[in-house]
């Protein structure tokens, strides 16, 4: 009897334990569920803003197209002058020549148009009365210098009565290049090329930068000038520089400036550059009718992207006043800790840092250097999403803009075999976000001010 009790206790006690083993398993089960569900919906929110936030940066860049707005600025000006020959120099320049050939209609009498790869426009291409050059972006080559040699022989071949229409936009530093005759011994395009590659490699602000170009330029600081026989000239500028300062918009074509000031701390090979080109004469008092215009800046598109961001129904919206212009990996560090020490809201900076790259740098640019240090600086706060953008839709030597961040790209990126370390070492973010499922390509925008950054701090 005794044995029957024990053993129908000890069924009990098991069929207890089964019981309660299930229970642990469908709870373990649910929760598993559970935390799966938030998980998802936690998830394509992140996706649902992301897409938000590029359709606003890619909308306000619509809405500012350099065709539109140069055509709007063209043609209120020209309203009684006929034969006007057109200059268009820079990455903006295809997107701005078409909007001052529709504007100018039968006064348009020609045009030279220096511009890099990609930034070509079909409907450019029809024009037989437009010379085309394409030349070295972001470091000069042979036909910058060609692009220089052409751009004097346009100018010198114009009338004195002729009304000439400058059309000038970022990335004409390094687009159109000319040593004067008077330069001994000559500067050759190797020259050129390894100067230019020890200055984006130097970790040097873009001032500085722009600084010993204009010392041991024929054009730039104004030396243009000396080259131009015609007595009206307008300038329409997209401004690619913090302060739209014309004299380093393209380093200055056409803004005479006193370049003479001694540039300290520079290697000994490139202060042999610029004591050869002191005696390239710099334009006295200008006796030219030069008028300018900024027609579009960052400052401007920041607006139009706090605008896009309202009518998408983001609240507490801020156009941030400071141009973040730093090293690129400590300003990524910086904004990271802010960001994380913030509220909800929708904030947008202007942009332009610099960094040192290795000897052979990998894929990206400063734009996607910038997000892999963040996303490092924001991992696991999945609350923060960051878009970091070249405006001209080219990020270093990517086809890339440059990249969408969230919290959990780190996260991604290590999943899908990538290290966040050793891609920023070896200057290769741009492997970790295409791993990671992060990288923003929009293609060539016909603008260039410069890079955005938009964060979204949300609950």
Request: net charge negative.
């Amino acid at each position: 009897m005794n044995n029957e009790i024990f053993a129908v206790s000890k069924t009990y006690r098991q069929i207890v334990l089964d019981i309660q083993i299930i229970g642990v398993a469908l709870i373990t089960v649910i929760l598993c569920e559970v935390s799966s569900l938030f998980y998802n919906i936690m998830i394509n929110k992140i996706k649902t803003h992301k897409k938000n936030i590029k359709n606003i940066f890619q909308q306000a860049l619509d809405l500012n197209s350099s065709s539109r707005i140069v055509h709007d600025c063209v043609v209120n000006i020209y309203a009684d002058q006929n034969d006007i020959p057109v200059i268009a120099i820079g990455k903006a320049a295809p997107a701005m020549l078409e909007g001052a050939i529709t504007a100018l209609g039968n006064k348009f009498s020609g045009a030279l148009l220096i511009t890099k790869d990609n930034c070509g426009s079909e409907q450019l291409s029809s024009y037989t009365n437009i010379q085309t050059i394409i030349a070295g972006h972001p470091i000069p080559d042979k036909q910058s210098l060609q692009a220089g040699e052409t751009l004097i022989q346009f100018l010198q071949k114009l009338k004195k009565t002729s009304s000439v229409l400058f059309l000038i936009s970022g990335g004409s530093s390094s687009l159109v290049e000319y040593f004067s005759d008077d330069v001994t011994p000559k500067i050759s395009s190797m020259d050129l090329f390894k100067l230019n590659k020890w200055l984006l490699a130097s970790d040097q602000s873009i001032v500085k930068v722009n600084q010993i170009r204009k010392r041991i330029s024929g054009i730039k600081a104004g030396k243009l000038i000396n080259y131009i026989n015609s007595e009206n000239i307008i300038a329409l500028y997209i401004s690619d520089v913090p302060d739209d300062g014309l004299n380093n918009i393209g380093s200055g074509l056409l803004v005479r400036e006193d370049v003479t000031k001694k540039i300290k701390n520079l290697p000994d090979w490139v202060n042999l550059f610029i004591n050869n080109a002191e005696c390239i004469p710099v334009p006295g008092d200008n006796p030219k009718n030069i008028t300018s215009h900024i027609v579009f800046s960052n400052t401007v598109l920041r607006k139009s992207i706090i605008d896009v961001a309202n009518e998408y129904g983001y609240s507490e919206t801020n156009n941030m006043d400071e141009f973040i212009s730093g090293n690129t990996i400590d300003e990524a560090q910086r904004i990271g800790k802010w960001l994380k020490n913030q509220k909800k809201g929708f904030y947008v900076w202007g942009a332009e840092t610099h960094m040192s790259l290795p000897e052979n740098p990998g894929a990206g640019g400063r734009n996607q250097s910038f997000a892999l240090a963040l996303a490092k600086e924001i991992q696991n706060c999945s609350g923060i999403i960051v878009l970091l953008a070249g405006t001209d839709g080219n990020d270093g030597n990517t086809r890339d803009a440059g990249a969408i961040i969230d919290g959990l790209t780190i996260q991604r990126g290590e999943l899908n075999g990538a290290s966040a370390e050793a891609c920023l070492i070896e200057a290769n973010a741009g492997v970790f976000l295409s791993a990671s499922g992060d990288t923003l390509t929009l293609g060539s925008t016909g603008t260039n001010v410069m890079d955005i950054i938009i964060a979204l701090i949300r609950d």
